[in-house]
């Protein structure tokens, strides 16, 4: 449920979702493939909500709201080119992508990539994220409170995550803001 709404835009990151599922595998409480399968599962469910809403919204959406976030026709012709282009693979690393993964579903939806394709890229590639995720929290296990190293490599990550989060966003409004207004249709 959690990697559902994770997958429905909602910020729930998996990445602390799949590993305490993978943590409760190593106490003997699940089953790890079972875990991964149901957690790319979930990523299919919540997936299906914001695609749904991309599709039904689309440039209208855009026309009425994105001047909000940045974002005007012009960017979903952009997004429409590419996911005619390459959806398929987009959909399948973006699923295996921090943050990017959590909306995906959107511009696939807004750019009408084919649903029964959209949905089987999303399980292979969110099935490697989750397993990955979950086998990470399996590994630790017990280890999580009595290894000092470990938890500090895991703060560390967690900052380069934020780095790079925050890199992206100020990238993607320097160079928004930077640019003339383009009017929308």
Known sequence: M??????????L????????????????????????????IGCNLGSE??????????????????????????????AERFFSRLGGPAV????????????IALPAGMAGMPRLRFHLYTFIGSWPWCFGLAYVGYALGERWNSDPTL???MHRFDMLVIVVIVAAVAWFLWRRLRSPAKPNR
Do not use: K, Q
């Open 2 to 11: 959690l990697m559902a709404l994770e997958s429905a835009c909602i910020p």
């Open 151 to 153: 938890r500090d490599w």
């Open 92 to 103: 399948l690393v973006a699923r295996m992508l921090p943050v990017v993964r959590t909306f």
């Open 13 to 40: 990151p998996s990445e602390v979702i799949m590993p305490f599922a993978g943590y409760l595998v190593s106490t003997g409480h699940f089953n790890l493939m079972l875990v991964a399968s149901v957690g790319a």
């Open 49 to 78: 909500i914001a695609y749904a809403v991309g599709r039904r919204g689309g440039r209208p959406l855009i026309r009425r709201w994105g001047r909000y976030v940045l974002l005007d026709e012009h960017d979903l012709d952009l």
